[in-house]
């Protein structure tokens, strides 16, 4: 057994989360070298705002919760 504890992998975003660099890149987003964790903009494909349609912020973060009724796993 192992002294590391294991890396537990986020749960997956909502299918309706976007940012320039999803767009242009696809999934290798976070290969884009204008890509800033944290800085950078993320809209909703739903409101084409960074509200959602729940009147929740939109991010990265909050985006993975699955509690939102907004939510629709990617």
């Not at 989360?17 to 884009?32: H, I, N, P, R, T």
Request: a negative charge; one cysteine or more.
């Amino acid at each position: 057994m192992s002294d590391t504890p294991e890396m537990q992998e986020p749960a997956p975003r909502c299918i309706h989360l976007s940012c320039k660099s999803m767009v242009v890149y696809g999934e290798a987003f976070e290969m884009d070298p204008e890509y800033q964790a944290g800085l950078t903009d993320f809209w909703c494909v739903c409101t084409s705002r960074s509200v959602g349609p729940d009147g929740g912020s939109v991010s990265m973060d909050v985006c993975r919760n699955r509690e939102r009724p907004c939510y629709r796993e990617y």
